[in-house]
């Protein structure tokens, strides 16, 4: 029976990435006015399609502490937007009463049980501390 780290290996392709990422995309909670004729979704898969496009060539050896910059960078927008964005992380935060707390919990979790996308996780860890999300 193969681990599922190598079912997972072995499913990462770049199909598989863009969908992951096009459902991340489609959980954060757009702010803008309802009028707005393009997509919250369709804008950041168009910035990412942008810096992909722009920076290939940072995917060289040369370029991977320039990577890994544009990487924090990005988890750290990521994670700005889920904190102004998701509900349910607002809720399990305030529950956890400290980020730290949260933070560790989080991992703990993230650790133990496999989750399709970052929703799931939020939700399996508003239920573990019995939140109610409208």
Do not use: G
Not at 34 to 41: D, E, R
Not at 84 to 93: D, L, N, V
Not at 109 to 118: A, G, I, L, S, Y
């Amino acid at each position: 029976m193969k681990s599922s780290y190598k079912i997972l290996q072995e499913s990462l392709n770049v199909d598989t990435l863009i969908v992951n990422l096009r459902s991340r995309f489609d959980s954060f909670t757009d702010k803008r006015a309802k009028n707005s004729s393009i997509s919250l979704t369709d804008i950041l898969m168009n910035a990412y399609a942008i810096f992909s496009l722009k920076y290939s060539s940072l995917l060289q050896k040369k370029h991977l502490s320039t990577v890994m910059a544009y990487l924090m960078l990005l988890a750290f927008h990521n994670d700005q937007l889920v904190q102004r964005c998701s509900k349910t992380f607002q809720a399990t935060w305030k529950m956890t009463k400290t980020k730290p707390r949260l933070w560790v919990t989080l991992r703990a979790v993230f650790m133990v049980k496999p989750f399709q996308n970052f929703k799931e996780l939020y939700d399996y860890m508003a239920c573990m501390y019995q939140i109610k999300i409208e």
